[in-house]
Every structure is written in C-alpha cells, then in structure tokens.
C-alpha cells in the first residue's frame, strides 16, 4: 500500500513523512530544492527511488508540465488541497503557510 509518487518542494523537511507514505518501488521527487543526506535506514525498508527536478519558466519544462496535466485529467494523479481561500482572505493563506502543519496544498482563487 502506498503512493506511487510524491512531488515535494520542501524535501528537506518532509523525506521522513514522504517515504512513510509511498509504496514499495515509488519515487519521491524534490521539486526545486535540495536532496537531503540521508544515513539510508528509511530507504533500507523500501525500494525507492529519489530524485530532483526543476520546474522553471524554461521551455524544455513544457513537457512535463503537460504530462502532468494529463494525469491529473485522467485520473491518475491526484493533489491532495489542505485549504481554499477567496482573495481577500490571502493574509491568512499566507500565515497558514509559514505555520505549516498542513498536508496538500493551499489554493488561493480570485
């Protein structure tokens, strides 16, 4: 049992949760920040793979923001959403994200 996949912006913080969640032969993905040393142990349980990526403005990234967009319609790829805030309530997305706590992401629509 398990994710298949996790995309993470704060690895740092978060390998331990992620590799508590993922199935046996996943990958945990760091987007745009750094891979963590890890001493192995958690790694040990489990074959799985952990990489980093970018997702700059750049055009070559094209691809894999479409590959992604169509998982998502399909089906295939959820994102978990922590919370939803109307504009005006944008101070109080942003506080809950420097309080942190949260799993998924916050949307803030207009």
């Given at each position: 049992?398990?994710?298949?996949?996790?995309?993470d912006?704060?690895?740092?913080?978060?390998?331990?949760?992620?590799?508590?969640?993922?199935?046996?032969?996943?990958?945990?993905?760091?987007?745009?920040?750094?891979?963590?040393?890890?001493?192995?142990?958690?790694?040990?349980?489990?074959?799985?793979?952990?990489?980093?990526?970018?997702?700059?403005?750049?055009?070559?990234?094209?691809?894999?923001?479409?590959?992604?967009?169509?998982l998502?319609?399909?089906?295939?790829?959820?994102?978990?959403?922590?919370?939803?805030?109307?504009?005006?309530?944008?101070?109080?997305?942003?506080?809950?994200?420097?309080?942190?706590g949260?799993?998924?992401?916050?949307?803030?629509?207009?």
């Amino acid at each position: 049992a398990g994710v298949d996949v996790v995309l993470d912006h704060m690895l740092e913080e978060y390998l331990s949760l992620d590799l508590d969640v993922v199935a046996d032969g996943s990958h945990v993905v760091s987007i745009m920040g750094d891979i963590p040393a890890t001493n192995g142990s958690p790694l040990r349980n489990k074959e799985v793979t952990v990489r980093g990526m970018s997702l700059g403005n750049r055009a070559e990234r094209t691809g894999i923001l479409q590959r992604l967009t169509r998982l998502l319609e399909r089906g295939d790829l959820t994102a978990v959403v922590a919370g939803n805030y109307d504009f005006d309530e944008v101070a109080q997305a942003h506080r809950d994200v420097l309080e942190g706590g949260y799993v998924g992401k916050l949307i803030v629509t207009a």
